[in-house]
Structure formats: C-alpha cells, structure tokens
C-alpha cells in the first residue's frame, strides 16, 4: 500500500520529466531514424540549452526568449558538428564527440566558470517547475509540456512534408541516389543536424527550468536516454502507427514509460549509483527485443517449411 502511494505521487513528476524528455528524444530520433547519423553532440548541447537558458534569464530575460535562445544556440552545436562532418571528411560519431568535448569548455564559460548555477521559482517566472507537479492548476507543468510537444510535432510534421524535408529524409533513406537526384546531402545533413540539436537544447533549457538548476553535467547520458525513449516507443507501438506524427508522438511515449520504470525500480530501492547501468540495461533490451522477434520469425518460418517439404 506505502509503496503504490508513494509511486501514484511520483509520477505526475515522472510524467512531467519524461514529457520534457521527450523533446529531446525527438532531436535524437531525426539523426539516429531519419537521418541514419550516430551523433553523439546531444550530451553537450543539452547542458548548453540549459546553461543558455539559466544564465538569460538570470540576467533579466524573458523566459521564453531565453528558450529561444537556447534553441538557436543548439542550433550552432548542431552546425558545427556537420561542418566537422560534411566539410572536413570526419565521421559522424567522432564529429559528435569533437563537438561534445568542445561544448564542455563552452558551457563552463557560459556559467560564468561556475559548474552549476541555481534559479529559483521564486524569483524567476518559470514557464515549468517541479514544484508544482502535483497542483492542478496551469502552473503544473503537463501543461506546457504538452502543448510544446504538440506545436512542436505539429512544425515538424509540416516540415518532413515539404520538398526540403522530404529531400533530408531521402539523405538518410540512400545518401547516394539522394546525391544523384541533385540533393546537396552535405547541407541537408547538417541541417538535420541542427535541427536535433536546436530541440535537444531546447530540451535543455525546460529541463533546467524544470529542476531548477543548470549543470555542466546535466546531458552526460543524454543520448542513452533518448536512444531508450526511441527504440522504447518503437517496441511498444510501431507497428500500430505509420503517420509520421504519430510516430513522433510513440518517442514521447517511450520517454514517459522510460521515466515511469525508472521511477518504480527507485521506489522498489535501487541505489542512484546504479541509474546509468539501469538505463544501459533498458537500452540493451530494448534494442535487443527485435532481433529476437527476427529470429523467432525466421525459425518458425523455416520449421513451416520442412513441415511442407517433409508432407
């Protein structure tokens, strides 16, 4: 009874967090789905949305401007790792950890060399917060959270859909017969880059807003978890969705029951210590559950066969 109480009044805040997750576990799905890219940037540019984020709005900016300033600045580290990538001839997956390493140092100088910074619900206006998770009111931050998400999906869905988004889906659906139809793969793959990344700092930024707190270290797994909340909503319901939106909306679901386990695992006692591990463990299965569905299929299939061959 004590633990189903404690977990009902946890999980506004888990559904809020993964929610806001979410964002994030789009960007990660435009590079890892749509663009085919392993980028591994995110874990810098999401602590850089926040750093972005806090230290606007410490100095007496709007909220929503700082988040708009968050995302374009994400928009930068996304830029740049397409340039290490596309114009320098370095692979995508070093590109991303060049960028990563190099945003370490850049958040740091955006904090003012400080390794967190603080912001307080009761001295700023926070467009989210946790402290009012539980609050049925427009202060909770569901709200928010949902309708960005929905405006968000409803952009991107617009976007794919013209004739530049289609061409950066093409990049990533055969790179070469997009080259040979006249796509210049080099800009549309760093522009797919940015994208991710404008959303992952973003992310960032509401997630800074959310705990109250930026720190330099905040996307450090930031990838794991957006690979979780992918390959989680892919599992779960990909198969009973082909509307591109719909298919963004199963990430956000993925990062919700992503958030939702950890927070059952934690109230049945696991260590924090542990959390990393935990999440590498879900990624594992996850990502695994297919290739066993693959060969389930193909066993039951080649034992139909010799049935036939044996009649």
């Not at 904090?111 to 001295?123: E, L």
């Not at 797919?192 to 930026?214: H, I, K, R």
């Not at 957006?226 to 990062?255: C, D, P, R, W």
């Amino acid at each position: 009874m004590a633990f189903s109480s404690s977990l009902l009044n946890a999980a506004p805040g888990a559904i809020a967090q993964g929610l806001l997750w979410g964002i994030m576990a789009i960007g990660v799905y435009i590079t890892y789905r749509i663009l085919d890219v392993a980028d591994l940037t995110v874990d810098g540019s999401l602590a850089t949305g926040g750093a972005v984020c806090v230290m606007l709005m410490r100095s007496g900016c709007d909220p929503w401007l700082a988040l708009m300033c968050a995302f374009l600045v994400g928009l930068l580290a996304g830029m740049a790792t397409g340039l290490l990538h596309t114009r320098c001839g370095i692979p995508a997956i070093l590109s991303g950890i060049l960028t990563q390493l190099a945003l370490y140092s850049v958040n740091l100088r955006i904090m003012g060399s400080k390794a967190n910074q603080p912001i307080s619900v009761d001295k700023y206006n926070l467009i989210v917060s946790q402290r009012f998770a539980r609050e049925l009111s427009l202060r909770n931050p569901l709200v928010p959270a949902i309708v960005t998400l929905v405006v968000l999906i409803a952009i991107l869905y617009w976007f794919f859909g013209t004739e530049y988004g289609s061409a950066l889906r093409a990049t990533g659906a055969n790179r070469r017969m997009a080259s040979a139809q006249g796509v210049d793969t080099r800009v549309t793959v760093t522009i797919g880059l940015m994208l991710s990344n404008g959303l992952v700092a973003l992310a960032g930024a509401l997630l800074a807003q959310y705990q109250g707190a930026t720190d330099v270290n905040m996307g450090r797994g930031a990838i794991v978890i957006g690979l979780a909340a992918v390959i989680i909503g892919e599992v779960l319901l990909g198969k009973l969705v082909h509307n591109f939106a719909l298919k963004l909306g199963t990430v956000v679901v993925g990062a919700v029951v992503y958030y939702m386990v950890l927070q059952v695992v934690l109230q049945l006692g696991l260590n924090t210590n542990d959390l990393k591990l935990f999440t590498a463990l879900i990624v594992a299965l996850f990502l695994s559950i297919p290739y066993w569905k693959g060969n389930a299929f193909r066993k039951k299939a080649a034992n139909a066969a010799g049935g036939v061959k044996n009649a």
